[in-house]
């Protein structure tokens, strides 16, 4: 590009001193062209660099400007991130407490737990007042599971006028005097003899041996018990559950059921009744059979030694308010015995 500049610059140069000495002429186009790319030099060198520096020149200040406002832009969106860091990020910190907050109030679900606990507690008076299967129909047909009714913790004990521990009414079934502690004088008290399983009115005679007192037998699950000869015994559904009733109506209840699962008396009585905790005077044990009975000695489940059925015993004093046959019903219980 030079050397096309310069061969054309010099054309002209040669042209207008043609008439000159061709040395002379050459040199002094020689110095007019170093003259020229000095020229050329210093124009083609200077003219952008000053246009440049007024351009950088204008380029700074305005650079400068555009530097501030950026600067300016920038801190306002670090400040604005930071404000949004701080009001929105701060806010979700308090959506983790509200969560937190949450779960506090799953805690406070939990209290109600607690509070179920309690409930648990309240059940625990239901624990008292045991299930007991219906007192006023004796004759109800048996289900799988026996009927089952409030019964009162504690009964009112009929009167025991002599207070040996037998009522008047269970002295005039057993044959024993109500107005004497020792009616056959053998030194032992009525009511003691009745617990071990002696007759308070025969000295040196076992309860067996009770002339008001016979064996029932129940063919099909091979059972029997001492029972009051003069009440009535009564059938409903077949051999599944007997009511022997007083003639005052109170009874007991003999009522069977399967036990598929081969449940420990334990484990069903706790499935059946949700109970937590049976405690260990609810056990009871008698002849080829374990069970477990309320507090106030009214109900017995208890399962034979081939856990092939659930058993239940129950006395009902009917309509009447006081309970005046719970040592029979005891009497019943020691002798009943699985075959
Ligand atoms: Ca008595
Ligand atoms: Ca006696």
Known sequence: MFSLNKKE???????????????AAAAKAK?????????????????PENFRVQKTGGDNSKMTGLFIIGGGLFFFLIA???????LFKTKPAPQPTAQVEQPAVVKKENTPTPIATPASETSKPAKETEPV????????????TPPVAAAPAT?????DKDGDGLTDKEEAVL??????RDSDKDSYEDGQEVLSGYDPAQAAKKIAENKKLGSYDNKTYNYNFLY?????????????????????????????????????????YKKQFNYQEVTAGMNISGNEWEGIKNKNGSIVYLVDKNKKYIITLNYGTGESAAADYLSIFGIALR????K
């Not at 299967?133 to 799988?144: D, E, F, G, L, V």
């Not at 044959?175 to 004497?180: H, I, V």
């Not at 409903?236 to 420990?264: H, L, M, R």
């Not at 002798?335 to 699985?338: C, D, K, L, Q, R």
């Open 80 to 86: 604005s991130i930071g404000m949004y860091f701080y």
């Open 335 to 338: 002798s009943f015995a699985i």
């Open 228 to 268: 009051p000869i003069a009440w009535e015994v009564t059938k409903s559904g077949g051999d599944d559950s007997i009511t022997v009733k007083s003639p005052d109506n109170q009874f007991f209840q003999v009522i069977v059921q399967p036990n598929p699962a081969k449940e420990s008396i334990l484990d069903w």
């Open 31 to 47: 110095k007019e062209e170093k003259d020229w790319l000095k020229d050329e030099n210093i124009m083609v060198y200077v003219m």
């Open 175 to 180: 044959g024993a005097d109500p107005a004497s």
């Open 155 to 159: 009964f009112i004990l009929g009167e």
């Open 9 to 23: 610059l010099k054309k002209p140069e040669s042209g207008k001193s043609a008439t000159e000495q061709p040395e």
């Open 133 to 144: 299967i219906s007192t006023t129909t004796p004759t109800t047909t048996p289900s799988q």
